[in-house]
């Protein structure tokens, strides 16, 4: 027995708004109806400006690692080359999937601390002169290292090879929370998921597809049934889904768009940024250090924080999650216990985010971590000083 | 603006109870986290006496279908026999699958309106001597027919013919609704979903795997990812998943498994065989005929229901929901506008069954259908003689 | 366990729809701040058509009883006569509380099957020479034995005795269901409860209040504070209310608010007519008759049904709680165990009133109630021949 | 559009936890069924408890201030003296209503800053010589002015006095948060609310009624119905009420009563003591005052702030609620514009103190409000420093 809301402050999934427990508290329709059809269409509509791009998009009832999957299947071929890049667990865990289905991932190796470097992209494709490889995929956010990478560098090293390959960008932890270009920066394929940005609870994946990648999938992709995006087109352009659709978070979808568009996406960028830079700023007096090392591709997501020598992140966490009902993310794979990370996004405000950060700072103490006091302090100050 | 409960009679997704609605409105929490390792256990725990199965039970964020391709592609290799047969639309459905995945599916025809013959079954396995065929699939009771099949007699048929095939079966519109005996009919891949007799909105799918089905999957099946049973054994020992699950949703499952549990399956199941035989007898009263010539093939979770000549059953579907706001299912494929199904499964008690039998009749008056009267009355009389 | 949903037919509170418990789903809200003026102003200026009135509403975080205390005692001084009519177990107790809060009621005797003869107030009235009675209190539809009076009667009657008293009017299960003219028919002070037309959960209670009711409040009245409609005035003309409001009860009143408005205050009362026919055309057809004698009187929100000789109401209510999972009315006082109570007013629609009349003729064959059969089938006659 | 979370820390309505609301979603039933009674008569059990009391208590469906009205007008007759205590608006407000209601209350002046003087209260009494005074009524946690008062000192006083009248005590703000001994300390009338320490909205209230003050309701009282206790007494006895409950607030109110069972009293009570400490400590750094100057008394489940001189409260709160999305109390009458409340009680944990207690630092800031920073950064010291 806890009093009080548990603050949920892994970097996704986010805290649910009570808008959209509301909304999705519906008894379920009959997805091959008429009422149906006015909530399918108005969702595909109303995806495409948060997503920014004016091509399809496509909704499966299935977790962001489904839309991965889908991402894959459709457009390539058994043994196929993929340029991936290492910019954290998730891009890491997105090379495996490729490899376990059959494709040749080319892996460009990072240290967990920087974003993708266009140049190592360039240098990649300019090397492969017979075009092998199909498709540069790369993590806009990496929800395991707290780093942005610059995607318009990517495109610009893509056009600058003259090299015909997909362009494949997730962006489940991005996606409505920091800026995100699909058509501007000439995305083929975006990856995406619902309980981040989006503030649903997990379950639904998307992507967003380019005239390009729609060709490929046309003209081939692998075996596939449950991802093919050509079975979604023609029911989709009524309002209707191949298969029975995951009808109470649609009624979530619904009600997250609504209030994006409520906002504003212009003004919910802003708000994550300066939460991001709020969080920042306390993480620095603290005399912490944040795992991105270059401050442009720290993300407005979430933070991850490095641990002082001889500390563990988890015992930190556990502290934490006991002392003050608060989740914070772990480190994973080579940060395993080395950093902690703070989620910063979704359905959040300013005393929300005061509320996360005195909750670390007093974890720090509970748990005996050395650090500097007045961190949270920062954090206020930043905050009321800077106006939104 | 319609008043009262709309009354959603397809067979599936069905009526959503209350309780599971409010299960569902909970704010997610840590999906890697004390708390829900404590969920998952349960739910995992939980599932297998619905199952009727000691094995192992996954859980996937997806539709059904997915469900389907999971079965599929576990334990298939591209190119293998699997024996398929027709009994409605989602046999067809699931064959089309395998044939898209790159397997070469046997479908022994059927006319829809009759179940598995199991001769047919060990006549085409007695002539596999060399055992190309993989699996033999068959769907236990067809959504789009209304027909349950005799798993065991399709069990006799593979130990009669000494064949190491093995057995799939689709669930979905009969799980918690219709028994069904996973081990004692000894079936390898269960395919089932969450929005029928398990009373959830669509979202979850879930695969039974048999010993033998985990060997195969083990020794070799298809490239796959997000379907891979292998992935979900180490975590699913501690309550975890191998990546986001759909939380609410199994906040869902949790309240649905307590009350199944909380009726008993063997008063789950009297209790659809006593609304699908009240509904029959309306059926019947109305000088209509039921789709499933064969009585004991005749489904208790919907009843598919013959137009006379020269009737559409959609337009009678669209009078009901216009009228009587009620949503019906649709004749699909070749008995498109030659029948309309009635589903009696799920949440569901004799007063619903009573509005929904009394308006199809009213549907029936107003749409000028030729009928005899008092087809709602002899399900009443049913009813009121045949106590549970 | 019972599967399916219960059937709440007692003549309120009502089936509450899903999206009133929806709206209610929200947390509250500061009482003082302005985002509820904008909610307290939206309720009081939407609540006036609703009561076909000009004039003021007041809202009180109570039972319908305490409207029926708040209306005598802003008017009435102690020792007061006040002129009542028994027209059942409700009128009765109106009139019983009257007595308790020092008032003088004459009580016009009624044998529970006729609704109020205006002739008699006419009577009264014109005895009363020197205007002692200082309101005329009627019930409009009397709960307890579904006899609606004739309000415009009970106001000729007033007028023909050129006589100052006050009339007040019960609508507790009248308003929103049956057509109620507060300023066409002159009445004072109405009291009304939100649980049976409005479709909202007990705990709301109204007054609406006449110029003449409004000036009687100012000069006199009784001693009061919780119900003195002065204090209610000034706070809400800004959208306020005097002390704590029940804040997820007034969000459900919007909700229950639009949802009349998007019907229309015609149609739903159509609807209930309807259903009350359907409901009249069964208990002929059983061959029970109907408590109210004269067919004018009938109400259209609910069904006062006579057992015949011998026969219990309670056992057939309980037979049927039992049996099939329906709530119905009890007989009360004078009529205990004579009667059953068939609500047919709220959030309601065709298919739901079937199930009920289903359920009330199974009920009859399982508890050996002789009756005629086909009463269900004579209102499914009925609602398919009378298209709305 | 604000994003995140309402933060409601006005002394009441409290936040109301995810589970109230949840456990509130719940079809209406009947309230005359056997399914109801259950649930009345765990109520009625289950609030002694949190009474601490073995006596009666009745369930208003009502606000707050029908449970002040439910304990005058059952005991005192027209005419009857009161001895009232200043110590704030709320009794300030009490003693108007008895005075409306035609009581005759002695009010001793107190200056809002300090609690009940119980040496005052016996010099009225030893005066009251021929027991004219029939109940002395104090407020135990006056929520205008975040001052308690020590009640054991009352029922000292009027012992000492061997005076004969009632005690009657408003625990408004401080039932389930401040550590009230109905029993032990001799009360005779309680009086209580749903949206503070019981974490519900508003619309319920209640009366704790001592073997004493039932038999003063039983041999006299004032004309009542609505809230008349002996009525309830035969109803409740089975678990019923004499006028149709506000269901789905009892509901509520089951939940509730588990959730405070669950966390246990004692626990319940150092939890708010701790909140009230931290927030303390924030109001001594940033250099302001509180308004109870006796450190003995000052509230646990509020705190009422001095604001400097020439700083209005009003304009503060506006700065907060329009730049933090926060709501905090006003100053009332005597301290309007002086003084803002926080309240700091109901469904709270560390985390959420501190979004408030640095929301309202930011908005001093903002505000321009002269204050010493560092206000949060204590009261994260104190919550770091003291484990519960």
Redesign the interface.
């Known amino acids: 027995?806890?009093?009080?809301?548990?603050?949920?402050q892994?970097p996704?999934?986010?805290?649910?708004?009570?808008r959209i427990?509301?909304a999705?508290?519906?008894?379920?329709?009959?997805?091959?109806?008429?009422e149906f059809a006015e909530l399918g269409l108005g969702l595909l509509r109303d995806l495409k400006p948060v997503f920014q791009t004016e091509g399809r998009v496509v909704i499966?009832?299935?977790?962001?690692?489904?839309a991965w999957?889908a991402a894959l299947v459709n457009v390539l071929q058994?043994g196929d080359q993929v340029l991936m890049y290492e910019t954290g667990q998730f891009s890491t865990l997105w090379k495996n999937?490729a490899t376990?289905?059959?494709y040749d991932p080319i892996f460009i190796a990072g240290d967990w601390r920087r974003g993708v470097d266009a140049n190592l992209i360039a240098d990649a494709l300019a090397k492969d002169t017979d075009h092998k490889i199909k498709a540069v995929c790369v993590v806009h956010n990496d929800t395991a290292t707290g780093i942005t990478s610059d995607i318009g560098a990517v495109r610009a090293a893509i056009d600058g090879a003259a090299h015909p390959a997909l362009m494949m960008v997730d962006t489940i932890s991005s996606l409505g929370s920091i800026d995100f270009k699909t058509d501007a920066w000439g995305v083929d394929v975006v990856v995406a998921?619902s309980?981040k940005g989006l503030m649903l609870?997990?379950?639904l994946s998307f992507n967003a597809i380019s005239e390009k990648a729609w060709a490929a999938c046309q003209a081939g992709g692998d075996?596939?049934?449950?991802w093919?995006w050509r079975d979604m087109m023609t029911p989709n352009d009524a309002g209707y889904f191949?298969?029975?659709?995951?009808?109470?978070?649609l009624y979530g979808l619904r009600e997250a768009l609504d209030?994006l568009a409520?906002?504003g996406l212009e003004q919910?960028f802003a708000?994550h940024e300066r939460h991001a830079s709020a969080t920042r700023a306390a993480v620095e007096s603290w005399g912490f250090e944040i795992l991105a090392l270059n401050p442009d591709e720290r993300s407005n997501s979430l933070t991850a924080v490095l641990m002082p020598d001889g500390q563990g992140g988890d015992a930190l966490r556990a502290e934490i999650?006991d002392?003050?009902?608060?989740?914070l993310g772990?480190g994973l794979n080579k940060v395993a216990d080395k950093i902690f990370r703070i989620g910063h996004l979704g359905?959040?405000?300013?005393?929300?985010l005061?509320?996360?950060l005195?909750?670390v700072?007093?974890g720090m103490?509970?748990a005996g971590v050395p650090h500097q006091?007045?961190g949270?302090?920062s954090a206020?100050?930043y905050?009321?000083?800077h106006?939104i």
Chains 1, 2, 3, 4 share one sequence.
């Open positions: 027995m806890r009093s009080g809301r548990h603050f949920l892994i996704g999934p986010t805290n649910t708004p009570e427990l509301r999705m508290h519906r008894s379920v329709i009959d997805h091959r109806g008429p499966y009832p299935a977790s962001g690692s489904g999957e058994p999937m376990k289905l059959g998921g309980q609870p997990p379950g075996r596939r049934s449950y093919d191949p298969y029975t659709p995951a009808t109470t978070l209030m409520g906002e919910v708000r999650l002392g003050f009902d608060m989740s772990t359905d959040f405000n300013d005393l929300m005061m509320g996360t005195s909750g700072e007093m103490i509970r006091s007045g949270a302090q206020l100050k905050l009321a000083d106006r």
